[in-house]
């Protein structure tokens, strides 16, 4: 299963494909061939239908824009930067905040339709990271004194 192209992964794929043909654009953009396929003839509908209003032809920016997903799709809307960000300060606000587990804290903060290992690889990547519990539940009181 290929992965979903962001907005960014449209526009590098529409720039390229001014200079080369669609599998080399494809390749660059890091795109599936028939994803390459769907945004091509997306953004030729886009062209089409800005020369049917009379109108100059898109921008990049603008045809991205107007390329929406497939009306079955149902991928769940990727976790955006800002997003993320939020979730970080949310992690470390204070002690408390941050010995609880990351997607409580998500669930807390309203992200319900994030899974948690997407939460765990996001921190992750912005090189925040969560030390392991020392905490041993199996002893007695008598041996934790």
């Not at 669609?22 to 020369?51: C, F, P």
């Not at 955006?80 to 408390?96: E, G, H």
């Not at 905040?97 to 998500?106: M, S």
């Not at 925040?128 to 009181?141: E, P």
Request: net charge positive; charged share 30%; proline share 2%.
């Amino acid at each position: 299963m290929g992965k979903h192209a962001t907005d960014v992964d449209k526009a590098i794929f529409l720039t390229h494909l001014l200079y080369v043909h669609q599998a080399e654009a494809a390749r660059r953009a890091g795109l599936a061939k028939s994803t390459a396929t769907d945004i091509k003839n997306a953004a030729a509908n886009v062209e089409i239908s800005y020369a049917k209003q009379g109108l100059l032809p898109p921008t990049i920016q603008e045809q991205v824009e107007q390329i929406k997903r497939k009306e079955g799709n149902r991928a769940k809307p990727k976790i955006t930067d800002n997003k993320v960000i939020k979730l970080i300060k949310a992690c470390i606000l204070n002690k408390s905040q941050r010995q609880k587990l990351w997607h409580i804290i998500a669930q807390e903060e309203g992200f319900f339709d994030v899974h948690c290992k997407t939460i765990k690889r996001k921190l992750r990547a912005c090189r925040l990271c969560k030390a392991k519990s020392t905490k041993k539940l199996s002893l007695t009181d008598i041996q934790k004194a």
